[in-house]
């Protein structure tokens, strides 16, 4: 088992003067290595709530997460900022790309924290790599304000997983982008999940993306469930 969640519970604006909203009431999901999930769901359900817990951006108020088998509420903040490095690639909806660097400088920022100068090296093999296996190569040294919305976020999915993470997070991916890019991200982010084995759950608004993972789940009224 890649990752567990048992029992998450998560309400925000517990201030005196508002009442707590409950976000999340009783989240459990169980995931594989190499598995591929989507979460759907109305807007303000919960989906991006979930995905920062997963990927231990933000905190529970009650309930376990076991990655890997290791317990992520026993970790110091230390160990969940390099247990994200090394373990999760995130996606988001728009591609925070830095526009100063170039498409390659962009794809090697999760490496900067490295200090061995043989994984830079490797580093820079695989972010080489990974621009050609998803035709970026005639790109790799132009700034993203230079390129069009779908392949910016192509840089960010390659960006993603250069670490070799072994769960992809991807919030609304293809959010922004017409149905043809969508679906064009969708099955790179697919060959990419085949080839190295990388868990990935996404969040999308689309039925027709949600279809394409091997489980798709649906968040309401704080409750995760099975999609029919
Ligand atoms: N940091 C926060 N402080 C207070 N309330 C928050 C915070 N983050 C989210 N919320 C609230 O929690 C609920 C769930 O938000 P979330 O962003 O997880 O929804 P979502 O399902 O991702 O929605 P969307 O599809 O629009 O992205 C919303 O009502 C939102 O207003
Ligand atoms: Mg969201």
Redesign the pocket.
């Known amino acids: 088992m890649l990752l567990k969640l048992s029992n998450i519970y998560k309400s ?2 517990s201030g005196q003067a508002e009442k707590p ?1 409950q ?1 999340l009431n009783g989240v459990s999901l169980q995931m594989t290595q190499g598995e591929t999930l989507a979460i759907l ?1 109305p ?8 995905l920062n817990i997963i990927g231990a951006l933000d905190k529970p108020d009650e309930g376990d997460i076991i990655f890997n088998g290791n317990p992520l509420n026993d970790y110091s903040e230390k160990e969940l900022s390099s247990f994200r490095n090394r373990e999760i690639g995130f996606i988001f909806q728009s591609h925070h790309l830095l526009p100063q660097c170039t498409v390659l400088e962009n794809v090697l920022i999760p490496t900067l924290p490295m200090k061995d100068s043989v994984d830079k090296k490797e580093g820079l093999q695989k972010a080489l790599d990974l621009i050609k296996k998803v035709d970026l190569w005639d790109h790799k040294d132009k700034l993203p304000g230079t390129l069009s919305g779908g392949e910016c976020q192509r840089v960010a999915v390659i960006r993603a997983l250069i670490n070799n993470p072994r769960l992809l997070l991807a919030d ?1 991916p293809t959010g922004s982008l017409d149905r043809n890019n969508a679906l064009a991200i969708t099955s790179m982010l697919l060959k990419l999940n085949k080839e190295f084995n990388t868990s990935l759950i996404v ?1 999308t608004h689309s039925a027709e993306i949600g279809a394409k993972m091997d489980k798709a789940l649906n ?1 309401s009224d704080g409750i995760l469930e099975l999609s029919k």
């Open positions: 925000y604006g909203k976000v769901g807007s303000g359900s919960g989906k991006s709530t979930l609304e969040v968040l």
